[in-house]
């Protein structure tokens, strides 16, 4: 009988260790990259701004993190609105999307991003470029020239209803 709870002991301690090393680390872990934004035709907002974001709860830092210090260290408000849950740049500085007009389009290390801003992480040396490209425009429908037609008529068929 002792050596079977001798053995369920040493079971539940090997348990208690398997568990505590699937645990994330708490300790936080950061990023040192460099962010540039541009227009489409070239116009620099930032060039070149050398940012060291943090991640949270022991995550690695995710683009729109360097993005926002980067802005906010050059003295420029960025604005932000929800879009299919998730944020999404709408404006930074005096450049916004202009209701889809424009959109702003990420690469890291020259590669397009292949994931949201507030999802791709980020790790130290990385170089991010923001830039606003042409979008689409949304299309506007004025509901006060919006006109309906008469039912067709149809042959006559035989029922008074």
């Known amino acids: 009988m002792k050596k079977f709870i001798s053995v369920l002991l040493i079971c539940a301690l090997a348990c208690t ?3 505590a090393c699937g645990k994330k680390e708490s300790e936080t872990q950061t990023a040192a990259v460099t962010v540039s934004i541009e227009l489409d ?16 709860d ?3 830092p995710v683009a729109l993190d ?26 930074i500085g005096d450049y916004g999307t202009d209701n889809g007009a424009y959109i702003w389009e990420l690469t890291v290390n020259d590669k397009e991003a292949n994931a949201r801003i507030n999802a791709l992480e980020i790790k130290d040396g ?3 470029l923001l830039v ?4 689409i425009a949304e299309t ?19 029922y008074d209803g």
């Open 17 to 19: 260790m398997f568990v």
């Open 41 to 56: 035709d070239g116009t620099s907002i930032c060039s070149n701004v050398s940012v060291t974001v943090e991640g949270i």
């Open 58 to 60: 022991g995550d690695a």
């Open 66 to 91: 360097a993005i926002s210090k980067a802005v906010e260290d050059e003295g420029l408000k960025l604005v932000t609105k929800e879009l299919a849950g998730s944020p999404m740049i709408d404006k």
């Open 126 to 128: 990385d170089k991010l």
């Open 132 to 135: 606003r490209n042409e979008g």
């Open 140 to 158: 506007a429908t004025d509901t006060d020239t919006v006109t309906t037609k008469a039912p067709a008529k149809t042959a006559d068929d035989g």
